[in-house]
């Protein structure tokens, strides 16, 4: 399934809406994992493998002068893929090798990326599960993980782009999307240095926005 991505603009003149900034000035690496480590659900009680309709991402974030990064990737055109070309966070469903979503989200990170990313990063915890809007029968269960080293990667097949971005230079938009034909009008999405974040991966990210700033963001869904 293929889909196409038309921004018309919440503001006048094309200007999107600027998030808050994430981390407060002079928030030390320290203070921000404790923070994370504090609002997270922990890593050691997630759920064990409930079956192929469960699935788990990982939101990896790194922190550069006093700015927040996440990693995301792109995913390839499949059409067997209902989030095909999208940009999202690495993962997939839940398979029966994976005694649990952690495990389930590191396999499909390693999958996507060629990096083993729960032994080289900090797995800090979970957001809420959620279900996607296209697929309501499913459960997605996002991980946060952090890094001290701002990793390159190399993309497997699933996807075709793998990026770094400060997630205080975030713009909400309001976009038209075309997804399989059908034109989706004026969904609220983030704009990421060019990168339009809509539906499941940008309600993640408003999540973690929420989190971290202890009040309701404007909604991103």
Same mark, same amino acid.
């Given at each position: 399934?293929?889909?196409?991505?038309?921004?018309? @603009?919440?503001?006048?003149?094309?200007?999107?809406? %600027?998030?808050? +900034? !994430?981390?407060?000035?002079?928030?030390? &690496? $320290? *203070?921000?994992?404790?923070?994370?480590?504090?609002?997270?659900?922990?890593?050691?009680?997630?759920?064990?493998?409930?079956?192929?309709?469960? @699935?788990?991402?990982?939101?990896?974030?790194?922190? %550069?002068?006093? +700015? !927040?990064?996440?990693?995301?990737?792109? &995913? $390839? *055109?499949?059409?067997?893929?209902?989030?095909?070309?999208?940009?999202?966070?690495?993962?997939?469903?839940?398979?029966?090798?994976?005694?649990?979503?952690?495990?389930?989200?590191?396999?499909?990170?390693?999958?996507?990326?060629?990096?083993?990313?729960?032994?080289?990063?900090?797995?800090?915890?979970?957001?809420?599960?959620?279900?996607?809007?296209?697929?309501?029968?499913?459960?997605?269960?996002?991980?946060?993980?952090?890094?001290?080293?701002?990793?390159?990667?190399?993309?497997?097949?699933?996807?075709?782009?793998?990026?770094?971005?400060?997630?205080?230079?975030?713009?909400?938009?309001?976009?038209?999307?075309?997804?399989?034909?059908?034109?989706?009008?004026?969904?609220?999405?983030?704009?990421?240095?060019?990168?339009?974040?809509?539906?499941?991966?940008?309600?993640?990210?408003?999540?973690?926005?929420?989190?971290?700033?202890?009040?309701?963001?404007?909604?991103?869904?």
């Amino acid at each position: 399934m293929k889909f196409a991505v038309a921004i018309n @603009a919440f503001m006048p003149q094309g200007k999107g809406i %600027r998030c808050m +900034s !994430l981390v407060p000035k002079g928030l030390s &690496r $320290a *203070e921000l994992l404790a923070l994370l480590r504090s609002r997270l659900s922990p890593p050691s009680g997630a759920p064990r493998f409930l079956g192929p309709d469960h @699935a788990a991402v990982v939101m990896l974030v790194t922190l %550069r002068r006093g +700015s !927040l990064e996440a990693l995301f990737a792109k &995913r $390839a *055109e499949d059409p067997r893929d209902p989030w095909s070309g999208q940009i999202a966070f690495p993962g997939g469903r839940s398979k029966e090798i994976d005694a649990t979503l952690v495990q389930t989200a590191c396999r499909e990170f390693f999958e996507e990326t060629y990096v083993d990313i729960c032994k080289r990063a900090e797995v800090l915890g979970s957001l809420d599960t959620i279900h996607p809007r296209n697929r309501p029968s499913m459960t997605v269960t996002p991980f946060v993980a952090f890094s001290d080293t701002k990793f390159v990667f190399t993309p497997s097949r699933e996807v075709v782009e793998i990026f770094w971005a400060p997630l205080d230079g975030l713009r909400r938009e309001a976009v038209d999307i075309n997804v399989g034909g059908e034109v989706l009008k004026r969904i609220p999405a983030f704009v990421i240095e060019g990168h339009v974040v809509w539906g499941l991966t940008a309600r993640i990210v408003d999540s973690l926005l929420t989190l971290l700033s202890g009040r309701l963001a404007a909604s991103a869904r």
